[in-house]
């Protein structure tokens, strides 16, 4: 399980330190794809093969599901971690999730998130969490 808030910056040719906590779990390799609310997704081998069995399994006939499906596969990029734990990330996925000096990289659970730093601290607010914790409940989540 990711979890924790870690700030890094991208260097000139694209590349990024992975905090060593998360690259235990992550392994040499795993799966970089666009994410939702513009950042990226990371996740292991094993939570990437899930996750496609999960896409697979939805109707080609239904328009929402392939667009669905292409937003996360076209953009996925296998990412290798170099003797000193950084990553490349794409440049298609860098100007996706505006990625341009500072990142932050959370764990949530079963994936990595990877933001823009401006663009985070634009979504990180938390003052509506009353509201969204019994959105929660509704949805069989109850703390």
Not at 13 to 32: N, Q, Y
Not at 47 to 52: L, S, V
Not at 79 to 87: C, F, L, S, T, Y
């Amino acid at each position: 399980m990711f979890m924790g808030e870690y700030n890094h910056t991208i260097d000139a040719k694209g590349r990024v330190i992975v905090p060593s906590k998360f690259r235990e779990a992550l392994g040499d390799a795993f799966v970089v794809t666009k994410g939702l609310d513009g950042c990226l997704f990371a996740y292991d081998n094993a939570e990437w093969a899930a996750f496609e069995e999960k896409l697979k399994g939805l109707p080609i006939t239904n328009k929402d599901a392939r667009q669905f499906v292409r937003f996360f596969l076209a953009g996925a990029a296998e990412a290798e971690v170099d003797k000193q734990g950084r990553i490349l990330l794409p440049g298609s996925l860098r100007e996706f999730a505006a990625l341009l000096k500072d990142v932050v990289l959370i764990g949530v659970g079963s994936r990595i998130e990877i933001w823009s730093k401006e663009r985070y601290e634009g979504t990180a607010s938390y003052e509506d969490m009353d509201a969204i914790a019994e959105h929660m409940a509704d949805l069989g989540l109850s703390i």
